[in-house]
């Protein structure tokens, strides 16, 4: 494409400032290697096999997905384009023989790892690799708080992890959790009892991996942990800057709208609505910060309208370019089929988000 | 495809009904035939040029999109497979060169009409228009009290009227309002009242149209109103039945999802989560109705898992299938790449969405 200024894109629009990008994932892996720990990034915030392959040419061990589909784009995406196979763990309970063919068809592509934390899982797990020729990674997951998957107690943690040791096909490889914002103390504490349980029985844990954006920067208080998974810290988001983890300076991602409306003194209406910004609170108030004025409050969001108010006059007119930082950054990158490069504070480039709506 | 029930579907996957779905198409058509008004189906529910041609097929005059790309890929489809060429409205207002143009090629495909609420987008389409050999069609939107877009008084839209009638490239066609729920009387006596001052002017006013699904059995009573645009109404969700507007057996589209863990008696894991549901509320408690299950609440939802609680043994198991009405059905269509159909209880066929992802 053209080189243009990003204010000059059709809207509504995404786009990735790559200065800011590299930052983050430098100045994250810098805290990692420092403390002694691996990085695995998540891969849903951006969804793109070019920046997957930024995270593992900084010093990321591997890359994390969520969905089986998700990580056959983004493997088609580092193979092809890169030679590259990265270590790859998908957080999920896989279950049903569609998906567990596709996960051996994964498994035979690259270094693969998958979580359990029920009994059928494991059961499946087992019965589709019995006959492969190398056993499958698989981690049990613990809840350490989120009350969302996971085993209850480092017992049940213990119990799973014999019940992978011992089951044909398959092979243990160690603990994950996806704890609550600042819960290192019960990480800690949940992963250092059931590691101790495990290893009573003979068995070896070879990983203990963790995660979440929002207490990265401390995740050296959980010493048990020997990998994190963040995800979100490439880009930021106004959720983040909001609980104090960065500022709106470090946010490598922002939407472009178009006032489209301002029918009254204290009202705007832009072209992105819950279609774009989608309608994730996040616990906030409003569904995005308008970049340079605190004063606008996006109040309401329909699928193509987004509403702006404010107490003073609002100050805007119709034509007006804003950028937006919205609430959850993971969840906008999913609505757009593309997303715009910044580089230098020019536009040059436009990624397909390979990704992007990979559900299954 | 191989025919199949819906719930031999790998998950989470959508379904639509298509008995139900037809019949929810010809109940509004028939109340509309009966009180001699027009019906011109918002698409943006069901974004598929074949239920596009379903609802034309049953009588309706047009179909409304709310953005260009919309409106290009359903004009796409419904002139490849049908060769039909709808009266197409675009509820939006248009700004900038690049959607100008699009839209000018639009308008030599079909009949074309856009809305306009301010001076900046009449004079930018009559600025593309003024050398066009048909002008293009203008309506007024009017604000009734949804406080979105919209001028905010009956003079303020009679001015508006004469001055897309004075300009060059456009003909006034009329008044548009997206109201509130039961807002009919303030749309009676808005619409009213815009249309005497605009006759006053010696300005026929061909066309009066609302919408909104919620209200849609009773347009009749704002008979100002000519033209009627529900989404909705052709699938139906859980926000409608919540409103009383009709029963979860009128419900034409479900989400299927498994579930994938039972961490503890009162609580359960399925592998549909905010990318799939999404996070629209619509002013409710919990993000869907499991069906069969009134005790059961989606109470949180994180990118891939819904979390489900009950207040009794919650009495799942891993790998059970549940179908599920999400909050708004629209905002779900937008999430996912195809769509599964069933007609007589049967899955025999997958439908692409051809306006998913559609924003610019």
Known sequence: MEPKLADQLNTPAIVVDLDIAERNIHNFQSYADKNGFRVRPHIKTHK???????????GAGGITCQKISEA???LDGLQKNYDCSPDLLITYNILGHEKLDRLKALAHRTKLTVVADNMTVINGLSQAFANEEQPLTVLVECNTGADRCGVASPEAAAELARAIHDAAGLQFGGLMTYPPANAHAAVE???????????ASGIAVPLITSGGTPSMMSAAEAPVVTEYRPGTYIYNDRSLVERGACTYDDCAFFVLATVVSVPSENRAIIDAGSKTLTSDLLGLTGYGHVL????????QLSEEHGRLVSDQPINLKVGDKLRIIPNHVC???????????QRNGIVTESWPIAAR????
């Open 48 to 58: 793109l096999p070019v920046l997957a392959h930024a995270q593992l040419a900084a």
């Open 72 to 74: 056959e784009a983004m």
């Open 189 to 199: 504490n949940f992963m250092a009892q059931a590691k101790q349980q495990i290893e």
């Open 292 to 299: 340079g004025r605190d004063d606008i409050r996006i109040d």
């Open 331 to 341: 969840v906008v990158t999913n609505m757009f089929d593309s997303v715009y490069i």
């Open 357 to 360: 709506g990979k559900l299954v």
